[in-house]
């Protein structure tokens, strides 16, 4: 433990120490708007509970709202900060992100409130539409709830995605190397992982029955041009937790993933294993996807398969759809979703059609 403060505070001491002249102008660094509205009109037509009943047609949404700022000194160190606000968290505004970053030709650091490297270097797959069948799933048609399923998949928050983020959006300190000859890696270290800035708290207890601290995490990301129509990448992550009490287990998740584009085309896989903290089971995660591209229009399609040991699970998604780019940062989408999930002598179905917009700005 001496030895991992000594590297952070090493790391840290070298980038307060350099000096910190803008290369022009005296104003320091001043944060700039942007974000995201992603909207949807949603039709489900799904398996439910006895009592239990689900509109057919909705209205589904995710918006954030994003404050970035960065400035580069006369000797090439950048310095920055990225805050993310989500507004529709149960029609609440709270900070989902919150952290500053240095790099220059050295790298990069990014320190506080922030996925680890496992999350920013993972390959994912093509998606049908990235917002509902993509890595992190930021719209969920089907209501978990009612479903009839049990445990965890009886969750609001019970996801299809695969995205690996063990150490979560909690404070943490990362390092991400500059890109040689097409390979790049990246270490994460999150003290804590209960997500509470502690500024004026102290340091927090390594005691907790219900929580893991000490996260390590490493990524390795390779992306190849060979040609202006055949380019590919090859990613994979690994993470684990510590449990602070023989109350709970250490917690143990890895990927690895691949991407091809030829022309128009493109395919990928990912592969994702994580024991959610359990002493026996895991989850896997198995994901191929496809596009193809034709001017403003691209066209996706996915299959989904978790395999959650710990749920005593089984979760089938195949999806299609289209995306029609109208300018850059705004396109219209639309898709189709079937799910399969068994759970022991439970077999839900459902099918889910979306018509709606993803505008960044």
Same mark, same amino acid.
């Given at each position: 433990m001496k030895n991992k403060f000594l590297a952070s505070a090493a790391i840290i001491g070298a980038l307060l120490s350099t000096p910190a002249y803008a290369a022009d102008t005296n104003d320091g660094i001043k944060l700039n708007l942007g974000g995201y509205f992603k909207g949807y009109m949603s039709y489900v037509d799904q398996d439910e509970a006895t009592g239990s009943s689900v509109n057919k047609v909705d209205m589904l949404r995710t918006t954030e709202i994003h404050f970035d700022g960065k400035a580069t000194l006369e000797n090439g160190l950048t310095v920055g900060a990225h805050i993310e606000g989500q507004a529709d968290g149960g029609d609440d505004f709270f900070v989902d992100e919150s952290y500053v970053f240095f790099s220059g030709d050295w790298g990069k650091v990014?320190? +506080?409130?922030?996925? %680890? &490297?496992?999350?920013?270097?993972?390959?994912?797959?093509?998606? !049908?539409?990235?917002? @509902?069948? +993509?890595? $992190?799933? $930021? @719209?969920?048609? @089907?209501?978990?709830? !009612?479903?009839? $399923?049990? =445990? !965890?998949?009886?969750?609001?928050?019970?996801?299809?995605?695969?995205?690996?983020?063990?150490?979560?959006?909690?404070?943490?300190?990362?390092?991400? &190397?500059?890109?040689?000859? %097409? $390979?790049?890696? %990246?270490?994460?270290? &999150?003290?804590?992982?209960? %997500? &509470?800035?502690?500024? !004026?708290?102290?340091?927090?207890?390594d005691n907790d029955a219900a929580d893991r601290s000490q996260i390590l995490e490493g990524a390795a990301r390779y992306e190849n041009k060979v040609s202006d129509t055949f380019d590919y990448a090859i990613g994979a992550g690994y993470s684990k937790a510590q449990a602070e009490t023989s109350a709970l287990n250490d917690r143990e998740a890895w990927n690895v993933g691949v991407d091809f584009n030829i022309g128009k085309f493109g395919v990928g896989a990912a592969y994702h294993v994580d024991d959610a903290g359990s002493a026996t089971d895991d989850m896997k995660y198995s994901v191929l996807g496809a596009d193809y591209t034709e001017g403003k229009l691209v066209y996706g399609a996915s299959y989904y398969n978790k395999n959650d040991d710990v749920n005593s699970a089984d979760?089938?998604?195949?999806?299609? +759809? /289209?995306?029609?780019? /109208?300018?850059? =940062?705004?396109?219209?989408?639309g898709s189709a979703h079937y799910y399969d999930i068994e759970q022991g002598t439970t077999d839900f179905n459902a099918t889910a059609i979306l018509l709606g917009t993803d505008i960044k700005f």
């Open positions: 990014n320190f +506080g409130r922030t996925y %680890g &490297t496992p999350y920013i270097l993972q390959v994912v797959a093509p998606a !049908a539409d990235s917002n @509902i069948d +993509g890595r $992190l799933q $930021l @719209i969920n048609p @089907i209501n978990m709830p !009612a479903s009839g $399923l049990t =445990g !965890a998949l009886a969750a609001a928050s019970y996801e299809t995605d695969y995205d690996q983020d063990v150490s979560a959006k909690v404070d943490k300190i990362s390092y991400i &190397t500059p890109r040689f000859s %097409g $390979l790049q890696l %990246g270490l994460s270290y &999150t003290p804590d992982a209960s %997500g &509470t800035s502690r500024g !004026a708290a102290g340091n927090s207890t979760v089938n998604r195949y999806s299609a +759809g /289209v995306t029609y780019k /109208v300018i850059p =940062g705004m396109s219209f989408r």
